[in-house]
Every structure is written in structure tokens, then in C-alpha cells.
């Protein structure tokens, strides 16, 4: 009894132990008290465990910086940015629940389940809603991310129209703004032959620089849209990007900074070409130019400008193909396109029941 009864020392595990004692004291082995082992409900060894935080927590990082780079990154798909926000919450309900101080917590849950059910059940399922809504949010976020993020406003041009292209196309290029000088240094936007939405920067040495975006995929026609086009100069590159009703449909960065101190606004044309030919079928509410881009926060800002516009405010220059207006200053809008030509000036109209039919939707809640 000597060696068994000590509890310094003594050899085996607990119900080696609680058996011993029993034996000393006279008991029966068969009646002396089981004691409960709680089983480790995993099998996952130890190095594999310690690797489940590091691997849910690089994939949350990879997730952020794709998020963050999506306009510089534009190969990676949406779906997987997205499978990567959740994704870690399997690693990381595995380390929790085999965790070794958590294995304690299971048999008070257990016991306080059996006295408590209801209780003990609500509790869990608003704990579980609450990580699915914080689950939700990050998902909502990292999506508003990825289309709509225009990042900081940067040195540049920025075109903006409420427009409302026709769908009667050609075989040639059909132009809706052309700026510039013909050969270089030349901003286009045209309809092309095959039915894209073209956005062309020309560079000094006459390179050309396209951007297409099929019509009615991104760019939807015979309704109004905001459409915003943009080239903004960073420090070593050069970005050209299209938005319509706020979000980037299409980006692409040139790996050159191009000087568009050479690129003169004054004298483009809106409605054709530089010599006033090949023009577009569209209508325009509003027309401006601006010598910068523009922030994510000023693009939602000018779309709920343009969807609360009142409906007695609403009206349009009609531009048939043959119409077109010319910019006189750096930056212009509606007071500063002027026709001395009255045969080739765009015609006004007031908003009809169709038109209305034909506006943006209502402006969303704020982000």
C-alpha cells in the first residue's frame, strides 16, 4: 500500500491509480469508480495542428492584398478572392476546437446543455449568426472591392457623360469624343465596326493604346448610363480605366508614365471626330471633363447626383451622327461645347414617359 498510497511519484494513469487504491482499502475492483477520459475528437497530429492558425491566417492575408490589388491583378478571379475570405474559417474552427484548453470548456458545455438545452442552444446559434453576418460583411466588402474600388484620385483626364448610347451601328468607327492632335498625343472614344466601346490613348511617337469593352455586355445601350472614362499618370506607369453607373468595367495599365501635358483638351470634339466626321448616335444629359481622376467616394457621388437628378431637371442634347460640339477649355462642361455651325449642333430635348423608362435606377445606400 505503501508505494500505491503516495501521491508523490506512483507510476500508471489515473484509473490505474483510483483501482490501486481501491485494492488497498479492502474494495472490490469491480465497484471502484471509472474514471472519464475525454478523447481528443481529432486525430490531426501535432505538427499538422500547430499549422492549421498559420494557414488560415496566410490565406485571410493573400485574400486582403488580392482585394486591395484586384485593378493591378485583374487575372485573378473574382471567385477565387472571394473563396479565400472563406475558406480559413474550416482551419480555423478545426484549431479551435482542438485546442487543448478548450477540451475542459466541452464537458461544462455539455453539462450545462443538459440542465439548460434551450438556452444552451439559442446561445450557439446567435453565436454562429454572428460570425455568419461578420463572414457576410468581409465577403460584401472584398466584392465592393473588386468592382467598384477606383483607389485615390490621380494627375490625369477624366471624361464623364450621362449618355444613352443608340443601338444603330455601322461599318465604320463611330465616335462619341475625340481629343488631341491627329497621328499623336490623341484621346478617342469610338464605337468600333465590331461593336465595341473603344477607348484609344495615342502617345507622342504615334503608339496607339486601346482599351475594348463589348457593347451591351458591359456597357448597356438604348438606356442612360453613367459613363465615366479615365487615364491617370502614376509614377512610373500609366492607367486607363472605363466605369459605368460607378463600377470599373474594364482597367489596364501601360508600363510607361505618359506626359499628357502635350494632349490639348481645347478643340476636341464631343459627337465626332477631330474633323467633325464619323459620328455616334447617342443622347447626352450631361457632358465634363475633368483634369483629374476621380475618387472612389466622388464617383458614388456623382451617381447618386445623376440618379436623384429631379425629373424636371431632365433633359438632352440628341446627337445623330451628323451633330457635334467643340470644347474650348482645358476642362469643360456643358457652358463650355460650343456649334457656331446651327446645321451641325446637336438638337435639345425634354424628357418623355419613354425617357423616364430609360433612367438610372435609384441610388444605392451608402458603403
Same mark, same amino acid.
Given at each position: 500500500?505503501?508505494?500505491?498510497?503516495?501521491?508523490?511519484?506512483?507510476?500508471?494513469?489515473?484509473?490505474?491509480?483510483?483501482?490501486?487504491?481501491?485494492?488497498?482499502?479492502?474494495?472490490?475492483?469491480?465497484?471502484?469508480?471509472?474514471?472519464?477520459?475525454?478523447?481528443?475528437?481529432?486525430?490531426?497530429?501535432? /505538427?499538422?495542428?500547430?499549422?492549421?492558425?498559420?494557414?488560415?491566417?496566410?490565406?485571410?492575408?493573400?485574400?486582403?492584398?488580392?482585394?486591395?490589388?484586384?485593378?493591378? #491583378?485583374?487575372?485573378?478571379?473574382?471567385?477565387?478572392?472571394?473563396?479565400?475570405?472563406?475558406?480559413?474559417?474550416?482551419?480555423?474552427?478545426?484549431?479551435?476546437?482542438?485546442?487543448?484548453?478548450?477540451?475542459?470548456?466541452?464537458?461544462?458545455?455539455? #453539462?450545462?446543455?443538459?440542465?439548460?438545452?434551450?438556452?444552451?442552444?439559442?446561445?450557439?446559434?446567435?453565436?454562429?449568426?454572428?460570425?455568419?453576418?461578420?463572414?457576410?460583411?468581409?465577403?460584401?466588402?472584398?466584392?465592393?472591392?473588386?468592382?467598384?474600388?477606383?483607389?485615390?484620385?490621380?494627375?490625369?483626364?477624366?471624361?464623364?457623360?450621362?449618355?444613352?448610347?443608340?443601338?444603330?451601328?455601322?461599318?465604320?468607327?463611330?465616335?462619341?469624343?475625340?481629343?488631341?492632335?491627329?497621328?499623336?498625343?490623341?484621346?478617342?472614344?469610338?464605337?468600333?465596326?465590331?461593336?465595341?466601346?473603344?477607348?484609344?490613348?495615342?502617345?507622342?511617337?504615334?503608339?496607339?493604346?486601346?482599351?475594348?469593352?463589348?457593347?451591351?455586355?458591359?456597357?448597356?445601350?438604348?438606356? /442612360?448610363?453613367?459613363?465615366?472614362?479615365?487615364?491617370?499618370?502614376?509614377?512610373?506607369?500609366?492607367?486607363?480605366?472605363?466605369?459605368?453607373?460607378?463600377?470599373?468595367?474594364?482597367?489596364?495599365?501601360?508600363?510607361?508614365?505618359?506626359?499628357?501635358?502635350?494632349?490639348?483638351?481645347?478643340?476636341?470634339?464631343?459627337?465626332?471626330?477631330?474633323?467633325?466626321?464619323?459620328?455616334?448616335?447617342?443622347?447626352?444629359?450631361?457632358?465634363?471633363?475633368?483634369?483629374?481622376?476621380?475618387?472612389?467616394?466622388?464617383?458614388?457621388?456623382?451617381?447618386?447626383?445623376?440618379?436623384?437628378?429631379?425629373?424636371?431637371?431632365?433633359?438632352?442634347?440628341?446627337?445623330?451622327?451628323?451633330?457635334?460640339?467643340?470644347?474650348?477649355?482645358?476642362?469643360?462642361?456643358?457652358?463650355?461645347?460650343?456649334?457656331?455651325?446651327?446645321?451641325?449642333?446637336?438638337?435639345?430635348?425634354?424628357?418623355?414617359?419613354?425617357?423616364?423608362?430609360?433612367?438610372?435606377?435609384?441610388?444605392?445606400?451608402?458603403?
Amino acid at each position: 500500500m505503501g508505494k500505491h498510497g503516495s501521491g508523490k511519484g506512483g507510476g500508471g494513469n489515473a484509473h490505474d491509480r483510483a483501482v490501486a487504491r481501491g485494492h488497498s482499502l479492502g474494495a472490490d475492483p469491480a465497484s471502484a469508480p471509472e474514471i472519464e477520459h475525454i478523447p481528443n475528437p481529432t486525430k490531426i497530429g501535432g /505538427f499538422l495542428r500547430s499549422l492549421l492558425l498559420t494557414v488560415a491566417l496566410f490565406m485571410l492575408n493573400v485574400a486582403f492584398q488580392l482585394s486591395q490589388a484586384k485593378g493591378w #491583378a485583374g487575372f485573378v478571379p473574382d471567385g477565387v478572392v472571394i473563396a479565400l475570405w472563406i475558406l480559413p474559417v474550416v482551419p480555423l474552427a478545426i484549431w479551435l476546437l482542438t485546442h487543448e484548453r478548450l477540451r475542459g470548456s466541452r464537458a461544462k458545455l455539455k #453539462a450545462v446543455y443538459d440542465v439548460k438545452p434551450y438556452r444552451t442552444v439559442a446561445a450557439i446559434l446567435l453565436m454562429f449568426s454572428l460570425i455568419g453576418y461578420s463572414t457576410y460583411e468581409i465577403v460584401v466588402k472584398s466584392w465592393a472591392l473588386l468592382h467598384q474600388q477606383s483607389g485615390p484620385a490621380m494627375p490625369g483626364i477624366s471624361l464623364n457623360f450621362i449618355i444613352r448610347i443608340r443601338n444603330r451601328f455601322g461599318n465604320e468607327r463611330q465616335y462619341l469624343a475625340d481629343f488631341g492632335q491627329p497621328g499623336n498625343s490623341r484621346l478617342s472614344l469610338y464605337i468600333s465596326p465590331n461593336k465595341f466601346l473603344t477607348l484609344v490613348l495615342t502617345d507622342a511617337n504615334g503608339e496607339a493604346n486601346p482599351l475594348e469593352i463589348p457593347l451591351g455586355e458591359g456597357v448597356p445601350i438604348d438606356r /442612360f448610363i453613367l459613363l465615366t472614362c479615365e487615364v491617370g499618370v502614376k509614377e512610373k506607369s500609366t492607367i486607363m480605366r472605363v466605369f459605368v453607373n460607378g463600377e470599373r468595367i474594364r482597367n489596364v495599365e501601360l508600363p510607361f508614365r505618359l506626359d499628357l501635358g502635350t494632349l490639348d483638351m481645347p478643340g476636341g470634339v464631343v459627337g465626332a471626330d477631330l474633323q467633325g466626321q464619323h459620328g455616334a448616335e447617342f443622347d447626352a444629359v450631361e457632358i465634363a471633363s475633368n483634369s483629374a481622376t476621380f475618387s472612389d467616394a466622388e464617383l458614388a457621388q456623382m451617381l447618386c447626383y445623376a440618379r436623384q437628378l429631379p425629373v424636371a431637371h431632365r433633359s438632352y442634347l440628341k446627337f445623330s451622327g451628323n451633330q457635334w460640339i467643340r470644347a474650348r477649355g482645358t476642362t469643360f462642361g456643358h457652358a463650355d461645347l460650343i456649334q457656331v455651325d446651327s446645321k451641325s449642333a446637336p438638337s435639345f430635348h425634354v424628357f418623355t414617359a419613354d425617357d423616364e423608362k430609360d433612367w438610372l435606377d435609384t441610388c444605392p445606400k451608402p458603403q
